[in-house]
């Protein structure tokens, strides 16, 4: 029997149901963003559930390595927008839950002593998908995956930490051009930049993914989430996300950013008034 034949055979469900799925076998858990009909569009359901399943990851002592990943076709879209925009008037107040749910999940990833790995196909874009791209700590991507900040597109700004971490990953000069015109970024770019760490053939995606989480749970496991400490600490990601979730909760609250939300819906280019 095959080593990846048996971690399916021993595999323990964690949680079957729902937004986000998460399973274990051999010191990996494995998280799955489940809303492949909406490209793992991040409706607060499955922000709420995400939390749970890293903290589920927190409390059990035999995980080294977690392994993100989303169902169907692509990684995660990025906010749910059509969620976004049938608040209305209140899509203030709605966002400023919705972003404090994200930035807990991303600090909750940070935090993790498990090394996080992420396999990416199609789009990795907004909030969600960029946000946890950054805040992983390695990421194998599809060469047909692509990534986009996408925030400024709908009136907002950066969220999921990604204000903070992308500019560290890719640089200042590189990470404001993302952020301010919302350019597809394609995987061989993205590998050549830093955004992540490896592009693969999107055919060999899944087996390099799973190749890479047995790399680090094979390591030595106090060694490695001493390393990662260290590193996410010399980032001080942390302390600049209160400013990022004040930022998003007040635009979220203008008329622009109402306007492009229903651009995105009705496929039409925005019309923004600054207001």
């Not at 569009?41 to 409390?59: D, K």
């Not at 989303?70 to 059509?82: E, H, L, Q, S």
């Not at 940070?110 to 950054?134: D, H, K, M, S």
């Not at 194998?140 to 500019?167: E, H, N, Q, W, Y």
Request: aromatic share 6%.
């Amino acid at each position: 029997m095959s080593e990846n034949t048996m971690a399916d055979t021993d595999r323990q469900v964690w949680i079957g149901e729902g937004p986000v799925l998460v399973d274990y076998a051999d010191h990996v858990a494995r998280i799955t963003l489940n809303r492949p009909e909406a490209a793992n569009g991040m409706n607060i359901e499955l922000m709420q559930a995400l939390y749970r399943a890293v903290m589920r990851c927190h409390r059990e002592p035999g995980v080294r390595v977690v392994h993100l990943r989303g169902a169907g076709r692509n990684f995660c879209a990025g906010g749910d927008v059509r969620e976004f925009a049938s608040k209305g008037e209140e899509l203030g107040d709605f966002l400023r839950e919705v972003t404090s749910y994200l930035q807990i999940a991303i600090g909750a990833l940070i935090r993790l002593e498990p090394i996080v790995v992420t396999e990416v196909q199609g789009y990795a874009a907004g909030g969600g998908g960029l946000g946890l791209v950054c805040a992983s700590d390695v990421v194998i991507a599809g060469s047909g995956a692509k990534f986009l900040a996408g925030a400024t597109r709908v009136g907002m700004a950066p969220d999921g930490g990604a204000s903070v971490i992308l500019p560290r990953l890719i640089g200042f000069r590189r990470a404001t051009e993302m952020f301010l015109t919302n350019r597809i970024v394609e995987a061989g770019e993205a590998q050549e930049i830093g955004l992540i760490t490896r592009c693969v053939p999107d055919e060999t995606l899944a087996e390099e993914a799973r190749k890479a989480t047995r790399t680090y749970a094979e390591g030595a496991p106090l060694a490695l989430a001493a390393t990662k400490r260290l590193l996410w600490n010399g980032l001080n990601v942390e302390s600049c996300l209160p400013e990022e979730a004040r930022t998003v909760s007040t635009l979220s609250a203008t008329a622009d950013s109402r306007e492009g939300l229903a651009a995105v819906i009705e496929k039409r280019k925005p019309v923004f008034k600054g207001a």
